[in-house]
């Protein structure tokens, strides 16, 4: 069907003039309810510059889409061909009217792009990719969020390989990497909403995170950089959504020597010294969930979580009434039986009265702190 829809022209005609913007939205409504996509595109081609042109347009074009998807006396057959039409049409719109200055003209194009992404993922992110690229990039919460929410919403609705299909596309269209641009972007901009643009896209990558065989690709060297980079300033909902993806990379044997070279032992170290409201529990949840995987049975990773002060942390959670003591004991325990250097730092720290309370008090940790005590 996406073959069907070729223009022999994909140049915008030069030269500017007026147009009579309620003679074209007239034009434009009725070539879209006959269902002469072709002359529409051939009627958006040749008045392109004349000012509002373009603009109105997309807003009728728009306005149809919403109506026909929401209207459920059409079936899904019905609906294919517009679909399949839209995807074609713009795809083939010059690449500078994504990237020009003009926000509402933006946005118009970012509100089509989602509609089509919930009716026809899998044919907009192959033929639209540049676009939706393009659209990302843009420093506005309002254009990422019409693409976002869609694709989240597609996302939610699959299961299986129809969902690992459209993780894929995310990750080969190289769509994956500029989500985390849209999420480094509540660090400067303020003003956007906890469940903003930058929450959905940290949705999206937990969600391709989760599945097995796409971690190694979808956890590079500068992905994980770029995420340990974002993490120190970002706030608390969104670092949640951060730590999560990172534990879900650590379940990939291959990409834990990669997670620990950028230092991230000192990173999640220093996170559990955050103190947050009533989020304070789950980012510590989170952070040494992350640190278990990264330190078991490796001593020289140990050793860095030593030097980054682990040991009077773990012994506070430990003794507490936390979530979190479930990752902090059993971290604990593994350090002291690291190397000599680990169990001074922790002797230091008072982690064996920490460990002598466990024995006496607790029943279900008695074993294991005892086990580890007999290491000194």
Request: charged share 15%; hydrophobic share 45%.
């Amino acid at each position: 069907m996406l073959a069907m829809c070729t223009l022999d022209n994909d140049t915008p005609p030069s030269g500017s003039r007026n147009i009579d913007v309620q003679a074209l939205t007239a034009t434009t409504r009725g070539l879209l309810s006959q269902g002469r996509y072709a002359t529409l595109v051939h009627t958006l081609l040749t008045c392109w510059n004349a000012q509002g042109a373009a603009a109105c347009i997309l807003a009728e074009c728009n306005k149809f889409l919403s109506l026909a998807f929401s209207n459920r006396q059409h079936s899904d057959q019905s609906l294919l061909q517009p679909v399949s039409f839209f995807a074609c049409f713009l795809s083939r719109l010059p690449l500078q009217l994504f990237v020009q200055t003009d926000h509402t003209l933006q946005l118009q194009l970012a509100s089509i792009m989602g509609l089509l992404i919930r009716h026809a993922p899998v044919a907009v992110l192959q033929h639209g990719q540049k676009q939706i690229r393009h659209l990302l990039r843009s420093s506005s919460d309002a254009i990422s969020h019409a693409i976002l929410s869609s694709l989240l919403a597609v996302l939610k609705c699959q299961i299986g390989e129809r969902k690992h299909e459209l993780h894929w596309i995310l990750i080969e269209a190289k769509i994956a990497p500029l989500l985390l641009h849209v999420a480094a972007q509540s660090r400067t901009v303020r003003a956007i909403p906890d469940q903003g643009s930058p929450h959905l896209a940290l949705e999206i990558l937990h969600d391709i995170s989760r599945t097995d065989h796409l971690r190694p690709h979808l956890g590079t060297e500068t992905f994980i950089r770029n995420i340990l980079q974002v993490i120190p300033q970002s706030r608390p909902s969104l670092l949640i959504l951060l730590l999560k993806i990172i534990k879900n990379l650590c379940q990939c044997p291959e990409l834990l020597g990669v997670i620990a070279t950028s230092d991230s032992v000192r990173c999640f170290c220093n996170l559990l010294w955050r103190q947050n409201s009533r989020v304070t529990n789950d980012i510590q949840t989170q952070s040494l969930c992350v640190l278990s995987c990264l330190t078991k049975m490796n001593v020289g990773r140990q050793e860095q979580a030593v030097d980054a002060d682990i040991g009077r942390h773990l012994s506070s959670v430990a003794l507490s009434g936390s979530t979190a003591r479930q990752y902090a004991i059993p971290i604990l325990c593994e350090i002291v039986r690291g190397s000599k250097k680990c169990r001074d730092s922790l002797w230091a720290c008072g982690a064996p009265a920490v460990l002598a309370t466990l024995v006496m008090d607790d029943v279900v940790w008695r074993t294991f702190a005892f086990e580890a005590i007999l290491f000194w």
